[in-house]
């Protein structure tokens, strides 16, 4: 897709599949010493939630994936079905900024007992169970939270912001400039 959008620009672009954490050393692999500036867009893009396959909504039933490079080994499944229930409660406290924290990583424990949780709309369910109904009806769905916490935890996404700006800063010239465009508080305070 990529490809395609730039395709105008020619030998003056060099596409590379790369975490932001990498860019140390993508630029040190084609040769590059200095940049201009550089721009991190932190968001997870709608084409990426709007693939069903790749298990990151829990609009549509697929199998818990979540990970942004699909060959990475470690996904969804594993965190909700390997990780025990104080380790879960962190994640999604601490990544989703959730209170029912621990009612929802118990509510996934109970459920895991029985059998593996294995798609999104089945963590969803034991999520919203889980919710009190006082606190439902809000704008968002009870699980928006959880989901996004597990995905932060599955792509190490907060670890990778700090060596990615430390990188940036170093690979610019003089009156270079970083934009880092940032969607929620937790990638802004590591960011600033």
């Given at each position: 897709y990529a490809e395609q959008k730039l395709s105008r620009f020619g030998k003056r672009k060099v596409l590379v599949k790369a975490n932001f954490s990498e860019l140390g050393k993508v630029l040190?692999?084609?040769?590059?010493?200095?940049?201009?500036g550089v721009l991190f867009d932190l968001g997870v893009s709608s084409h990426q939630l709007?693939?069903?396959?790749?298990g990151f909504s829990f609009?549509?039933?697929a199998p818990l994936d979540m990970r942004?490079?699909?060959?990475?080994?470690?996904?969804?499944?594993?965190?909700?079905n390997g990780f025990e229930q104080k380790d879960l409660e962190d994640i999604i406290r601490s990544y989703g900024e959730e209170r029912m924290?621990?009612?929802i990583a118990k509510a996934i424990i109970r459920k895991r007992q029985l059998a593996?949780?294995?798609?999104?709309?089945?963590?969803?369910?034991v999520v919203a169970a889980a919710i009190p109904a006082k606190f439902k009806g809000r704008k968002i769905h009870p699980a928006t939270k959880t989901f996004q916490a597990i995905r932060i935890a599955v792509n190490d996404e907060l670890g990778v912001i700090k060596p990615a700006v430390?990188?940036?800063?170093?690979?610019?010239?003089?009156?270079?400039?970083?934009c880092v465009i940032a969607f929620h508080s937790l990638e802004d305070r590591i960011v600033k």
């Open positions: 040190e692999k084609l040769e590059i010493e200095k940049v201009d709007d693939t069903p396959k790749r609009n549509f039933e942004m490079d699909g060959s990475a080994k470690f996904s969804a499944y594993d965190i909700v924290a621990a009612r593996p949780v294995k798609t999104t709309t089945e963590l969803a369910s430390n990188a940036a800063a170093d690979a610019l010239k003089p009156g270079g400039r970083l």
